[in-house]
């Protein structure tokens, strides 16, 4: 039986990207939008290591999730002779799969806490499973929130636009999303003129995913190339820009994906709020700042085609990090489920996350 959360107030969640069915996961391959919406099913956790790799799946709380779907799996699947060894290397193994979001970690040691109180394969089948769902409804719970907390902190009496950057919605999370389910909020409030969305490079989730997805639920979005930016806060029709978080580290720097720094400095000189939506699952309060990150970098090939359509030079050196730091100093608000950072730094950081 196919398996979604239901959201808990009368909201549309947007577009369903993951259906767990019990033996089997779907994935919408998010690699293909807006073209074709096609849906891979994996049976065990090194197609799920291998889907968060390819970016089949993307953005930090739906990679989480996924992952912890792929443990659920592992164990379903293990052989029976040396069960625990089978579910402790698949857990490695999607431990490996994308080393910055830190919301792959925090799903992968909760759900290596139920396994390490198993006695049983049985009882690791049935108990992780209903782990990885319980984090899925939870993530989507925390949607709500985020968006509740982030439009009581704008406090707009009327409409204004926005600017967003990669795609943080219903694709990126359990559903709802993370900064687009602030959009969604505040679009069902009447409190939004207009979405400008980045098309972000080099994957162009903005472009692809976004604006398809905005579109797609009747939101209105206007697409804009990321060179853009600075020209459209200039204009002052964006009194806003949100984005998400792939890890918030314990002074409140922000790491999401490359271009979020360059926002953030063009919001500053043209005094436009910058706010950062994401679960606290996002929050590393282990991690001291920003420059104690490893960024990933990617194959320059996804700068020098797209879809194998030649761009650049052949062969032609390609500085390709997937994501950079925002400075906590650059930051207006950080809004998590558990409430708002204003003006994040290590204290405030701590008053919230501990």
Request: hydrophobic share 45%; proline share 4%.
């Amino acid at each position: 039986m196919t398996t979604t959360p239901k959201p808990s107030q009368e909201r549309a969640i947007g577009t369903v990207a993951i259906r767990w069915h019990g033996s089997s996961l779907e994935l919408l391959d998010q690699r293909l939008l807006p073209g074709e919406e096609h849906w891979i099913t994996l049976e065990g956790a090194a197609g799920v290591a291998q889907s968060i790799r390819d970016m089949v799946v993307r953005g930090a709380p739906a990679i989480g999730i996924s992952a912890a779907y792929g443990v659920a799996l592992a164990a379903r699947h293990a052989g029976g002779g040396d069960w625990k060894a089978e579910i402790k290397q698949a857990i490695r193994e999607l431990a490996a799969s994308r080393p910055t979001a830190v919301n792959l970690f925090w799903a992968l040691q909760r759900m290596e806490r139920i396994f390490h109180a198993c006695h049983s394969l049985d009882e690791a089948v049935k108990r992780l499973a209903s782990e990885a769902r319980a984090i899925h409804e939870e993530d989507l719970a925390a949607n709500f929130a985020m968006a509740d907390h982030a439009l009581e902190f704008i406090g707009a009496e009327a409409p204004f636009s926005v600017l967003t950057h990669c795609n943080t919605g219903a694709l990126a999370t359990g559903g709802y999303g993370t900064a687009l389910g602030v959009v969604r909020r505040l679009y069902e409030e009447k409190l939004l003129a207009d979405v400008y969305a980045d098309e972000t490079r080099p994957w162009l989730q903005g472009g692809r995913l976004t604006a398809w997805e905005l579109s797609r639920d009747g939101i209105p979005v206007t697409l804009n190339a990321d060179g853009a930016a600075a020209a459209i806060m200039a204009r002052k029709d964006v009194r806003w820009v949100i984005v998400g978080a792939d890890r918030i580290t314990a002074n409140g720097d922000v790491v999401n994906k490359i271009g979020t720094y360059s926002l953030a400095v063009l919001a500053r000189h043209h005094k436009v709020g910058f706010m950062v939506v994401a679960p606290s699952s996002t929050v590393d309060m282990a991690t001291a700042s920003g420059a104690d990150v490893a960024i990933e970098e990617r194959d320059g090939i996804e700068i020098r085609e797209i879809r194998g359509i030649g761009l650049a030079p052949e062969g032609i050196n390609v500085f390709n990090p997937v994501f950079d730091v925002t400075p906590a100093s650059l930051i207006d608000a950080i809004v998590t489920e558990k409430g708002v950072v204003h003006n994040p730094n290590i204290t405030g950081m701590q008053a919230l996350f501990g």
